[in-house]
């Protein structure tokens, strides 16, 4: 890391801070401390916004980022929705939009609400062009290194779809991301003391990214963590999207609850906390099914499990029960599930936001 970039993420982390401060905490010294906070001032990043009172009387002037310097924009596609975000240079979400509308990349006016949305979010962030890093787009699909095409988007039958068509409306720096993956970014980004994880997104289709020493570990071909096609149920299993039978994501999509509840997730835990008799059954069964998930992942990699998605919304209060049955299988039994999986920390829109983060770090790279 230049140190410019430490000075930075010390003080954004740290700050406000005072020049002693910096000084001490990064054993530098003091010229160039004051040549890079100069820098850095200059740049935007970093303000004076407070003193720091000193015992002697004279007091310090006190460093801190300036977390709305820059700003990047996120947007996720999905069935139903577009959702769009920004997010400061502390990951922090500013503003965040939701429209319903169905996913049809055929469709121009479908398009244009993609530009419109990200137009609204600016606008309501209030940024200028000069400040928006750039508009990153999670898509349900895998997504080439380059960020330019989909190269699998089997769920909303979409594989061979380009940045330039989906991005047709979006006048600024923009990319596709693999929406499973940026969730799990998300998570890393906002916890810098995760060290290795799974991150088990839920949704209408079940995902994952790996987290390995606080960065993301993407794979040779870039389909790391794809446990949703993993066979669980060797015969008479359902048949998954992909076309063939028996995968994980057949027995553990958010649809395998809701589908009760005509499509409504929130109706469905409603029941099941109401003590509905078929809601339990089918959560039993659910329950059972992502434990063996859990498990086999925790075989794997020895990592914490984050619990994520839509389901991953209502876990908190299912925790322990949840725990219990994936412990029930573990041969180790000094371990306990409870240590190991945990809630996800974004509750609002991970991929959305992980998209956008990608800009935030390219940025930090570049101070
Ligand atoms: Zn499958």
Redesign the pocket.
């Known amino acids: 890391m230049r140190k410019s970039q430490l000075i930075y993420q010390y003080v954004r982390r740290n700050g406000p801070v005072s020049k002693q401060d910096i000084v001490f905490g990064l054993k530098l010294s003091l010229p160039t401390v004051s040549n890079n906070l100069q820098y850095l001032m200059e740049l935007g990043v970093v303000e004076t916004p407070t003193k720091i009172e000193n015992t002697g009387g004279r007091n310090a002037v006190a460093y801190a980022g300036a977390s709305q310097a820059r700003i990047a924009i996120g947007i996720y596609l999905t069935k139903n929705h577009m959702t769009a975000v920004s997010v400061d240079l502390n990951g922090q979400v500013i503003v965040k939009e939701k429209v319903r509308t169905r996913f049809n990349l055929e469709d121009e006016e479908y398009l244009k609400k993609i530009g419109e949305l990200v137009e609204s979010v600016k606008r309501k962030t209030d940024v200028s062009d000069e400040q928006l890093l750039g508009v990153g787009i999670a898509v349900q699909s895998l997504v080439s290194e380059d960020g330019e095409d989909v190269t699998y988007g089997m769920t909303l039958n979409f594989t061979g779809a380009t940045r330039k068509r989906i991005a047709k409306y979006v006048p600024y720096r923009n990319r596709l991301f693999h929406d499973s993956e940026m969730s799990g970014h998300a998570e890393a980004w906002i916890d810098g003391t995760l060290k290795n994880a799974f991150y088990l997104s839920l949704n209408n289709s079940v995902g994952g990214s790996v987290i390995i020493d606080n960065k993301m570990y993407v794979g040779d071909t870039l389909k790391s963590g794809e446990i949703?096609?993993t066979l669980v149920v060797r015969e008479g299993g359902e048949q998954?999207?992909?076309g063939?039978y028996g995968?994980f994501?057949t027995v553990c999509r958010a649809t395998k609850l809701d589908e009760y509840t005509d499509g409504n997730l929130e109706e469905f835990f409603e029941l099941l906390g109401q003590g509905d008799k078929k809601a339990a059954e089918m959560w039993d069964t659910y329950l059972n099914e992502l434990a063996i998930g859990i498990h086999n992942i925790r075989m794997l990699f020895d990592s914490k499990v984050i619990i994520g998605g839509y389901i991953g919304a209502y876990i908190e209060e299912h925790l322990e029960e949840l725990a219990r049955r994936v412990d029930a299988r573990s041969p180790f039994t000094k371990e306990k599930a409870m240590d190991y999986i945990l809630p996800c920390k974004y509750k609002v829109e991970s991929a959305a936001a992980g998209a956008a983060l990608n800009y935030i770090d390219d940025f930090f790279e570049s101070i």
């Open positions: 949703g096609h998954c999207y992909c063939r995968c994501d």
